[in-house]
């Protein structure tokens, strides 16, 4: 069976944008990411925010996230 390695909707590239930050994907879904990042401009600031994100929760431990952040966190779910 043949699997064509076509490129990635912007969806599925958001949607694994977390698994591939922490590195949870596999090496194949981290190429489509990776290649889905190269070309689309939205999704490339969609990573950027998730890693601001992720670098501020690590800092901040358990700590509450400040409106403005979790404002934009719950609209950037929403888009999923
Ligand atoms: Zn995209």
Redesign the pocket.
Known sequence: MSVKQGPIE?SE??GQLWDYLDQAVSPQDQEKVER?LSF?R??CGELEFARELRGFLASQGAGELPEQVRARLERFLADL
């Open positions: 912007c590239a958001v889905h689309c939205s999704c």
